[in-house]
């Protein structure tokens, strides 16, 4: 309580970040979906998003466009607490608005990897969510970091990661997390969404694209919270 109240005091004299707070009824699994995702071009994906707000859940732009030929999300299932590939706590069909930051038309790259999704329902109200922070490297130096996502199977996974790396838009950690991407990286034990994961090299460095405050400004204005 005495760090969340110490990031709430420093954010608000620096203004370091937009702070957007978790659902007071909040649960990781539930706030979780996997989502599975057919575009127009025909390829399938399995990803993660995270809501962080009564209609808005962020996630990997590639779930929302295909990383190979740039074309757009078609139809997406939302599996909330997803357990098996037939058992979810929530699942949720219903219509949606979305935004990337890259369609990957000249190929892809992880650094503009992140999107949103914006529900015509509230969906947050059953699902709960994640608070989010969008600030600099310093505010990320405080806590560390907890990485999750669904698995193929639809299996939670997380990860604690070790070393990390940050830039104004990436940040980097040794570990390999196999898995969907589109997951959060959190930070501390607020559970407080800094980034989603991406992808990682097959020396195990895994990448994950920043929240930052234009996204969160243009989730604001598209009425995410």
Known sequence: MKKRMLALVLAAVM????????????????????????FTCGCTRGGTGAMIGRYGMVTAGHNLYCP????????????????????????????????????????????????????????????????SWAGSDRDLDWEYMNLYNYDANRHMRSLFTVEK?????????????????????VMGEEDYVVAVFTCYSNDGT???????????RDMRADGAF
Not at 206 to 216: E, M, N, P, S, W
């Open 15 to 38: 203004m370091f970040s937009p702070l957007v707070s978790k659902a007071a009824t909040f649960n990781p699994n539930h706030a979780l979906a996997y989502l599975a995702v057919r």
């Open 165 to 185: 790396v940050y830039s104004s838009r990436e940040l980097y950690w040794d570990g390999k997390l196999s898995g969907t991407g589109g997951g959060p990286v």
């Open 68 to 131: 190979y030929h740039g074309k757009p999300l078609k139809t997406c299932d939302f599996y909330f607490g997803a357990q098996t590939p037939c058992c979810s706590w929530y699942h949720h069909t219903g219509r949606f608005s979305y935004r990337v930051y890259d369609t990957f038309a000249n190929g892809y790259h992880s650094e503009n990897d992140i999107g949103y999704i914006i529900f015509n329902n509230p969906v947050g109200d059953t699902t709960g969510w994640f608070g």
């Open 206 to 216: 895994g990448y994950g694209r920043r929240l930052t405050y234009d996204v969160i």
